[in-house]
């Protein structure tokens, strides 16, 4: 483990406040390390209709410039429940309210520069009561597709999403285990 001998804040925004760290390694060595303020954990969740088709969004990625394909999710509170905030991330992007919320676990998507959390779920029961969206998300198309759709899609190099591909394999993985 490091031994953090100072933080300084050198950046800081509404979304991201970026921190320097100077640091000592177990071997006497100094150096200096960037992280961000861990202001919010995350949600993904897999919905899955009664018809087995899988819920995934289309929106545009401004930082790659391309309309992306991934599970729908967002921020939620460090205080806020888990459970609660996969609800309410996957109504306000889906339009779509999960009657039965399975958890699947964790993965850290930014490990080496914040501890963030992005939790994995899966909705079942699913209820359309309309589209709950914020302003930023407006561009989203929701699309649903067959497992072995996603998967083709996969292969085609349709879907780039990091978080997602690793979620479809902790999802995949599960489902192998109930076997």
Partial sequence: MYKILKTEKLFEHKRITILEDDIEYENGELSKFLKFEHKANAAQVIGIRD?????????????????????PG????????????????????????????????????????????????VARELTELGEQRE???????????????????IKKNEITNAQTLAHWAIYKSQLAKSD
């Fill in 74 to 121: 967002g921020l939620i509170g460090l205080e806020e429940d888990k459970f609660e905030g996969g609800k309410r991330e996957f109504l306000e992007e889906t339009g779509y309210s999960a009657g039965k919320l399975e958890y699947l676990g964790m993965t850290y998507p930014y490990h080496r520069r914040l501890p963030e959390k992005l939790f994995l779920f």
């Fill in 135 to 153: 302003d930023s998300e407006q561009d989203m198309e929701v699309v649903w597709m067959t497992e072995a759709e996603v998967g083709q899609a």
């Fill in 51 to 71: 018809d087995g088709k899988i819920c995934l969004i289309r929106e545009y990625s401004h930082t790659v410039g391309e309309r992306l394909l991934g599970f």
